[in-house]
């Protein structure tokens, strides 16, 4: 099997908030449909978001079980920090030390999924 692209697909009932949180994070693009928008960085499609009017969060860390997150490494987690609180994330689990040697602090996005930044 040849794979030609591979996506992580979010659902949300708010395409344009969910699409434009992940390419501000990212630093990419979105191209809009009207039930699909991807978001591009360098011309190099990375994620996705369906239409999903319906949508539930999941209350991960401390409720129902999580359904998948992503993992985002930075080299500054505390500027990583106010560039997705200011791109509409919430933090939902604060690291211990942020000088630790390495760590992760959970967020969600605008519709609820969870990420971590790592470092």
Not at 50 to 58: C, E
């Amino acid at each position: 099997m040849r794979i030609l692209r591979q996506l992580v697909v979010f659902d949300a009932a708010d395409l344009a908030a969910e699409s434009g949180f992940w390419a501000r994070l990212l630093g990419g693009t979105v191209e809009a449909g009207d039930a699909w928008h991807t978001v591009s960085v360098d011309g190099e499609d990375r994620v996705a978001v369906q239409l999903a009017p319906d949508h539930v969060p999941p209350r991960w860390p401390d409720g129902d079980p999580q359904q998948v997150h992503l993992d985002l490494v930075v080299e500054d987690v505390r500027a990583a920090h106010a560039d997705a609180v200011a791109a509409g994330a919430r933090l939902l689990q604060a690291a211990d030390d942020l000088d630790a040697e390495e760590g992760f602090q959970v967020y969600a996005d605008p519709a609820g999924h969870p990420f971590c930044l790592c470092w």
